[in-house]
């Protein structure tokens, strides 16, 4: 069984870093991502990586956010730079063994966590 925990949300002004952290218990799936969700909005794929290496952004994110893991301590993060107020979602770590390992995946995926706010004011 895999778990996942966020943490490292919160709020910033535009222009501003967050990193995000996901603790991934059981085992690393080979997919794990991160998704987005803001009220009135559908989710939205933001960076994912397949088998440790093979990564995808979205394009609104490209050359601001960062997907990476450290195997060592069974954790992925989003380095989040250059914030701006349309990033304001609930971020979700997910995981899935299974499936499209892309921003652009429409299925759920198996393995979801609790979530974690991040706020950018203008």
């Known amino acids: 069984q895999v778990q996942l925990v966020e943490s490292g949300g919160g709020s910033v002004q535009a222009g501003g870093s967050l990193r995000l952290a996901c603790v991934v218990t059981g085992y690393i799936p080979r997919c794990v991502a991160w998704f987005r969700q803001a009220p009135g909005k559908e989710r939205e794929g933001v960076a994912t990586i397949e088998n440790h290496s093979v990564t995808t952004y979205a394009d609104s994110v490209k050359g601001r956010f960062t997907i990476s893991e450290d195997n060592a301590k069974s954790t992925l993060y989003l380095q989040m730079n250059s914030l701006k107020p349309e990033d304001t979602a609930m971020y979700y770590c997910?995981?899935?063994?299974?499936?499209?390992?892309?921003?652009?995946?429409?299925?759920?995926?198996?393995?979801r966590g609790q979530g974690t706010q991040v706020t950018v004011s203008s």
């Open positions: 997910v995981a899935d063994p299974w499936g499209l390992c892309t921003v652009r995946r429409r299925s759920s995926f198996t393995y």
